[in-house]
């Protein structure tokens, strides 16, 4: 969405939200070539970003040779694009031994380890991952659910430390998490079986402190057309939202589809625009262009 668009107001921030790209070693494959499509779509458009989010699947089964396509496509793009941060995946560490899986994803793409956050522009960007090597589903440790809550309500600890009151209590927080909580975003529902959160419950429980919150997931692939890629949070948990993926679609009616989609993200004083983006048409997906007015209104 341009200034225009926006009421002629300029975004405060941008960043892009990208997932699922399943880079195979094989440079013709479909993946590959879409993660390149995506990648040029981004240098072109994404101009003063501050970032671009990959939440996870980065590779299809973690392998070096995979790795090494990552890297010889970015390569391809780099010099346009903005710096990249990554979420952990279930097919970069699931699929083999946990600590050497985990080993090449940090040593490949520079992240600290299955959880980081950082601070971009005034705004706090936190990025979980699983500790354990499940198939599918990720498991949060006590400690960083810990870790968590503590990152979540850093602001407000600080400006109570200093004896001050924000005059931004509740500016957004942006979370990435590879897979959704269950029967929230699309390809969620538990008949589905694409959720996957071992602590479900205790990760509701701490996203229920913080409304301000907006939880990006990826995993299930669902296209952004369907009504429930966003999960409202309704001043009662975190808004959430489902990424689709690079490498390939899914449909409601449980199919695959062809398709590479992501989302441009926009963050304004009073609200945050995220804008679903076909990478493989180039253009904008109008029924995925959602508005979160900020700050929220929190319910009793």
Known sequence: ????????QQPLLTFQIITDTHVTADPS????LNFGRALQDLALHAQGSSGIMHIGDITDHGFTEEYEEVHRILQLHQAALPEIRYTLGNHD????HWESRLAMYTSRTGMTGPYHDHWIGGYHFIFLGTEEGLPTFCNLS???LRWLDRKLGERAAEARELGRQ?????QPIFLFLHQPLKDTVAGSLESQEWYGVTQDKELRA???????????TGHTHWELEVSNTMYPGNGETATMFNAASVAYLWTNADEHKSGSQGYYVEVYSDKVLVRGRDF????????????VVTPVKVRD
């Open 29 to 32: 494959h479909e993946y590959n």
């Open 206 to 216: 701490i996203l229920s402190k913080y409304p301000q919150t907006l939880l990006f």
């Open 1 to 8: 969405m341009s200034s225009n668009e926006s009421g002629g």
């Open 166 to 170: 924000l005059t931004d209590p509740l």
């Open 142 to 144: 006590e400690e960083q």
């Open 280 to 291: 493989t048409t180039g253009s904008w997906i109008e029924s995925a262009q959602y508005e």
């Open 93 to 96: 560490v699931g699929l083999g």
